[in-house]
């Protein structure tokens, strides 16, 4: 079983920085692909990022693309999201999760799950 708990969301104006980070515990998701994944009020569940097992290879949603960066740290199990020229679009949960797949991006694939932090930008 792997545990994962996100930090670092909080309220932010439109055009700001967070950096959101993802602790997984129980066992080591070295070989995991992970992702992070957001639901805004009323709207599914949509992909932001992935970062595959060797973080060689890093996957985005367009609405993200040259905004966020996923990156892991697997000396200390994590993994984070950088978010820049925060958008109130941006305001959701966000989630990250585990798959044991080596690379992942679609919500199926995944198999473990954090609660989420919540993330609001101001207009």
């Known amino acids: 079983q792997v545990q994962l708990v996100e930090s670092g969301g909080g309220l932010v104006q439109a055009g700001g920085s967070l950096r959101l980070s993802c602790a997984a515990s129980g066992r080591s998701t070295t070989n995991y692909a992970m992702g992070w994944f957001r639901r805004a009020p009323g709207k599914e569940r949509e992909f932001v990022a992935a970062i595959n097992w060797s973080g060689r290879r890093t996957d985005y949603a367009d609405s993200v693309k040259d905004r966020f960066t996923i990156s892991r740290d697997d000396a200390k199990n994590t993994i984070y999201l950088q978010m820049s020229t925060l958008k109130p679009e941006d305001t959701a949960v966000y989630s990250c999760?585990?798959?044991?797949?080596?690379?992942?991006?679609?919500?199926?694939?995944?198999?473990?799950w954090g609660q989420g932090t919540q993330v609001t930008v101001s207009s």
């Open positions: 999760a585990a798959s044991r797949a080596a690379t992942a991006v679609l919500e199926e694939a995944y198999n473990y």
